[in-house]
């Protein structure tokens, strides 16, 4: 069981440009959540994915989206790149049945800089 | 809105200490209370939880209770090794919903000198 992935492992960007970020989940997962994790911060959750619509959403704007794709896995495109988005970007992975969401699996993260 | 707040570090204890790292928790509902640890250059883990009042969550030598009274969820061990030096998040998720975000606190980051 290869856990949950994300690509890149690191990234580099100039203000105002425009980043994709990649999640798979672990196997036998359908739901995927992204957290943003300033340095010495704890995550703050952006918003999760379920059935590919967007269930839930955290006080980000709406330059942070998302996708799910058929197979469960998701992406994180950020918009117009600022300085304060330079932070580690967490995808967790869950199973949601009958309604209730199991344990959250987290990746090692897609560390971003914005130049 | 819900949140958590815990001690501030960096804490620095010697192996076999004792260990206690403060939680408190704010919520409306009643909700599930987490222990994540991030190892340096790895992803955040899962330590412990406890979904209910009184519950207590245990893994590796940690040990955490849900204190709904004092809205509490402290972390302790009783002799810390080397090896869990790391930083801890307390945590929680509202239980009753189907779409549980976690709510971190800010990490508390801890070093065991040999």
């Known amino acids: 069981d290869a856990g949950v992935t994300q690509s890149p492992t690191h990234l580099i960007k100039t203000r105002g440009q425009q980043v994709t970020l990649r999640c798979s989940p672990k196997?036998?997962?359908?739901?995927v959540s992204w957290y943003q994790q300033a340095l010495g911060q704890g995550p703050q959750f952006i918003f999760q994915?379920?059935?590919?619509?967007?269930?839930q959403r955290g006080n980000f704007p709406d330059r942070f989206s998302g996708h799910q794709f058929p197979n469960y896995s998701s992406e994180l495109n950020v918009n117009a790149l600022l300085l304060g988005d330079s932070a580690l970007y967490l995808c967790?992975?869950?199973?949601?049945?009958?309604?209730?969401?199991?344990?959250?699996?987290f990746g090692p993260g897609t560390r971003l800089t914005v130049l | 809105g819900d949140s958590v707040t815990q001690m501030e570090g960096p804490v620095t204890l010697s192996e076999e200490a004792f260990l206690t790292i403060n939680c408190t928790y704010t919520?409306?509902?009643?909700?599930?209370l987490f222990w994540y640890v991030q190892y340096p250059g790895e992803g955040l883990q899962l330590l412990l939880k406890?979904?209910?009042?009184?519950d207590k969550g245990s893994n590796k030598g940690f040990e955490a209770t849900y204190r709904k009274e004092t809205t509490s969820f402290h972390l302790e061990k009783g002799s810390v090794q080397v090896s869990d030096s790391a930083v801890y998040f307390c945590?929680?998720?509202?239980?009753?919903?189907?779409?549980?975000?976690?709510?971190f606190g800010s990490g508390t980051r801890l070093s065991i000198r040999p």
């Open positions: 196997s036998g997962h359908d739901t």
């Open positions: 945590a929680l998720s509202d239980r009753d919903s189907s779409a549980s975000k976690i709510i």
């Open positions: 919520a409306t509902g009643y909700p599930s």
């Open positions: 994915y379920y059935e590919e619509e967007e269930r």
């Open positions: 406890a979904t209910k009042a009184d």
């Open positions: 967790a992975s869950s199973r949601t049945g009958t309604g209730v969401v199991t344990e959250q699996f």
